[in-house]
């Protein structure tokens, strides 16, 4: 059975990564634009004296705002990616993107600004959630942490592309096309991306919930063939696990009288998959880097470093994470798993802030000249992003989209994300206040957090390398219909012979539901289930 890499699927998954590019670029530009003097100076805001505290505040506004947005447009999408499928959500998420990069490049006053940001968050909340959920159900388990890892490395990559076109428009001349181009760049990797959506195949996973089994199988062969298995064994087999585990989810939804989305936390697997799905973004917040990311140039000049050396330096920072990111997805997750990494990437992260935190207190704060010191300050800001890119950026993203059943998939990634830009809105709101108030101290509340954080993903947080979707629900307390490699009723060469020669839908099979397949009730929660279905010729 072959199971090299498809390189349909990759190149799918690697477009679309285009929105993460879009996301990076637009959670990340405030940054640059915060080391503008033009921008200060077309909204009429102070960068010292008396009007630096109003500035503080729109500094602050104009993240809390794009994460509220974001908080609001990832929750839209556990209707959206239900209704209207991932690919459509992402074609959504594109013009609520565009609408608000627009609004933002021709802002002509800082309430204009200040909405378009709403409007930009709103659509990157959309994005995030799609996104990797689109490239999760689209993968082999072999390959899944690589096509996930692509939002993590194209994330990175527009936070490096901030940096750059941030550089070379500090040394534009005293127009507003110091700030304007660089939220006009934005545009570019959103409107690439819906233009080229309407190529790309919807989820098979989606279409098989919407009873459009012909269409779903179609695109599953497409995407997961192989040249060494010409007669697309695994792929067959990975449809047969998908249509038995969905008709046996659907039974179960009977049995607990599951109607609404509120009904599903009568599960208890499932409040369980929201403490790791939520618990993994905030755990992600909670180790401060946007705080960090976001308010960079200020650290920067503090530390000692002016002009436009600053936003240069986070430019680099970028090249960092997508160094880290890109070995994360590559080399690291398929092969060795995302617990082990991801407990390194914490311990490593709140090690960094600890002795961000002293050196901030003894040399910053005390506005010492002392540039071994300072430099170390510098150091230790891209020593964080090195662990942190290379073993929680990808991760969280592939942990939270592997988490949850196909029937709550995409309410359980809402929720998720809702709770990451819920947890950035605050903490990035309130941070040049904090800064500005308790220095150092500031740096303690995450570190408080992240000591937590590293002992509930030890106890709770399971290890998933290698198995399919559906498989990962039996680590909840779930029933798994079939095992990609062996089931209780087939196993070894007679699952292979049922596999080749079950029956394949066609054309007129779509629109049906799952009505010839039915579940096993005498199963449990905790068994391994089968469900039943006599095998026929394939057509």
């Not at 594109?94 to 609408?99: L, Q, R, S």
């Not at 127009?175 to 934005?186: G, I, L, R």
């Not at 046996?248 to 009288?257: D, G, K, P, T």
């Not at 979707?469 to 307390?477: A, V």
């Amino acid at each position: 059975m072959g199971r090299g890499r498809n390189r349909y699927a990759t190149s799918v998954a690697l477009f679309a990564a285009l929105g993460s590019v879009t996301y990076g670029y637009g959670a990340s530009i405030i940054a640059q634009t915060i080391g503008q003097p033009q921008f200060y100076a077309t909204f009429n805001l102070a960068q010292e004296g008396p009007g630096l505290s109003h500035t503080n505040t729109i500094t602050g506004l104009m993240n809390g705002l794009f994460s509220t947005g974001g908080a609001l447009g990832a929750l839209s999408t556990a209707y959206t990616a239900e209704a209207f499928g991932r690919l459509r959500t992402i074609q959504l998420a594109c013009i609520v993107c565009i609408i608000g990069a627009a609004l933002m490049t021709g802002a002509a006053n800082i309430a204009m600004f200040l909405a378009s940001r709403f409007i930009m968050g709103w659509g990157i909340g959309q994005i995030v959630c799609a996104v990797p959920l689109y490239q999760a159900e689209l993968s082999t388990p072999k390959h899944r942490g690589l096509h996930v890892g692509f939002h993590g490395i194209a994330l990175a990559s527009g936070y490096t592309l901030t940096g750059f076109v941030g550089f070379g428009c500090y040394y534009a001349s005293t127009t507003s096309f110091q700030w304007q181009f660089p939220f006009a760049v934005q545009l570019i990797p959103v409107i690439i991306l819906l233009a080229g959506s309407w190529a790309l195949p919807e989820s098979p996973r989606w279409l098989l919930s919407k009873g459009r089994r012909y269409l779903a199988w179609r695109n599953l062969q497409r995407l997961h063939h192989d040249p060494q298995d010409p007669e697309d064994t695994f792929a067959r087999k990975e449809f047969y696990q998908m249509t038995q585990q969905y008709a046996l989810e659907l039974h179960r939804r009977s049995q607990m009288n599951i109607v609404h989305w509120w009904d599903f936390f009568k599960r208890a697997s499932f409040r369980k998959r929201l403490v790791v799905g939520m618990g993994a973004q905030m755990i992600n917040v909670c180790t401060g880097n946007l705080v960090v990311n976001n308010y960079q140039v200020q650290l920067y000049q503090q530390l000692g470093v002016k002009g436009g050396i600053p936003i240069l330096l986070i430019a680099c920072w970028n090249i960092v994470g997508i160094c880290g990111n890109s070995t994360s997805a590559f080399l690291l997750m398929d092969k060795f798993g995302r617990k082990g990494f991801y407990m390194v990437g914490i311990a490593g992260t709140t090690i960094s802030l600890c002795f961000e935190a002293a050196l901030t207190k003894y040399y910053v704060q005390t506005h010492s000249t002392n540039r071994v010191g300072l430099g170390f300050g510098v150091f230790l800001i891209f020593f964080y992003v090195a662990f942190y890119a290379s073993c929680m950026d990808n991760q969280q993203y592939v942990m939270v989209t592997e988490t949850f059943a196909m029937e709550s998939r995409s309410l359980g990634v809402a929720l998720s994300l809702f709770a990451q830009f819920a947890g950035t809105a605050l903490f990035v709101g309130v941070a040049p206040t904090s800064f500005a108030s308790i220095g150092w101290k500031f740096y303690l509340v995450f570190i408080c957090i992240d000591v937590f954080s590293l002992i509930l993903v030890w106890k709770v947080f399971p290890e998933t390398k290698n198995l399919s979707l559906e498989e990962i629900d039996e680590l909840y307390g779930d029933p798994v219909a079939v095992h990609l490699e062996a089931s209780p009723r087939y196993e070894g060469e007679e699952l292979e012979k049922h596999i080749r020669t079950m029956r394949l839908p066609t054309k007129e099979d779509d629109g049906s539901r799952l009505s010839s397949v039915k579940a096993d009730p005498s199963q449990n929660a905790t068994s391994t289930t089968s469900v039943k279905e006599e095998p026929t010729k394939a057509e």
